[in-house]
């Protein structure tokens, strides 16, 4: 099942309409997850799906929905989209994306 329909298949069986938080922090549901809840979040999944042994990061997630926005959207919404404040942050990921 390609990611964008789990995505879709996630947020229809928690009746999310996509505006909320895919993220939202354990200790404040209107916020998003700190880094620190993110990562041991990460975690655990990880352990659940038995990939613990394997090198799979948060980086290599955003790197990968980097790769999806780059299909179809221009730079400047991929940053929005990211949340980076440095377009040359932006154009990094994009560059490696793309070369890889």
């Known amino acids: 099942m390609p ?3 789990t995505v879709q298949s996630y947020l229809s069986s928690k ?4 505006s909320e938080f895919l ?5 404040d549901p209107a916020r998003p997850m700190t880094a ?6 990460w975690q655990i999944w990880l ?3 038995k990939l613990r042994d394997r090198k799979f990061s948060l980086h290599h997630l955003q790197l990968s929905l980097s790769l ?7 730079e400047s919404e991929i940053q929005r989209k990211l949340g980076h404040t440095s377009h040359a942050t932006t154009a990094a990921y994009i560059k490696g994306v793309k070369r890889k």
């Not at 009746?15 to 996509?18: A, I, K, T």
């Not at 620190?36 to 979040?41: D, F, G, M």
């Not at 999806?68 to 221009?74: A, E, G, P, Q």
């Open 36 to 41: 620190h809840e993110l990562s041991a979040t």
């Open 3 to 5: 990611i964008a329909s």
């Open 68 to 74: 999806s926005l780059s299909l179809s959207l221009d």
């Open 23 to 27: 993220f939202p922090s354990h200790n």
């Open 15 to 18: 009746n999310l309409d996509g």
């Open 47 to 49: 352990l659940k799906a």
